[in-house]
């Protein structure tokens, strides 16, 4: 059993800041992509930022410059640490995980089940 697991959600005011952690863990072999993505109220899920297993990044343009992700492949874990935020960061963010297990050798998604960031004005 693999699970995806995230924590740090919470309220802050505009211009603060908030740090979300993540977790895999279970049956590992590895990981591939790691990721955060959020969910606005009425919105599609989309991309915050992706790291891959090599640590290579990809942040979304709205939030480049205020949040810094960083990926630790021993303990399977990955942070995010948003700063400067602003009402349009409220939204549920979900963690990402491409693991690969015994069964899945070729790796499978897994999402964790979401922390909510509300930022005020």
């Known amino acids: 059993q693999v699970q995806v697991v995230e924590s740090g959600g919470g309220l802050a005011q505009a211009g603060g800041s908030l740090r979300l952690s993540c977790a895999a863990s279970?049956?590992?072999?590895?990981?591939?992509?790691m990721g955060w993505y959020r969910q606005a109220p009425g919105k599609q899920r989309q991309l915050v930022v992706v790291?891959?297993?090599?640590?290579?990044?990809n942040y979304a343009e709205s939030v480049k410059g205020r949040f810094t992700v960083s990926r630790d492949n021993a303990k399977n874990t990955l942070l995010l640490q948003m700063d400067f935020l602003k009402p349009e960061d409220t939204a549920v963010y979900y963690c990402?995980?491409?693991?690969?297990?015994?069964?899945?050798?070729?790796?499978?998604?897994?999402w964790g089940q979401g922390t909510r960031v509300t930022v005020s004005s």
């Open positions: 790291v891959s297993r090599g640590g290579s990044t």
């Open positions: 990402n995980a491409a693991i690969v297990t015994r069964g899945a050798p070729h790796g499978y998604s897994y």
């Open positions: 279970g049956s590992i072999v590895s990981i591939n992509d």
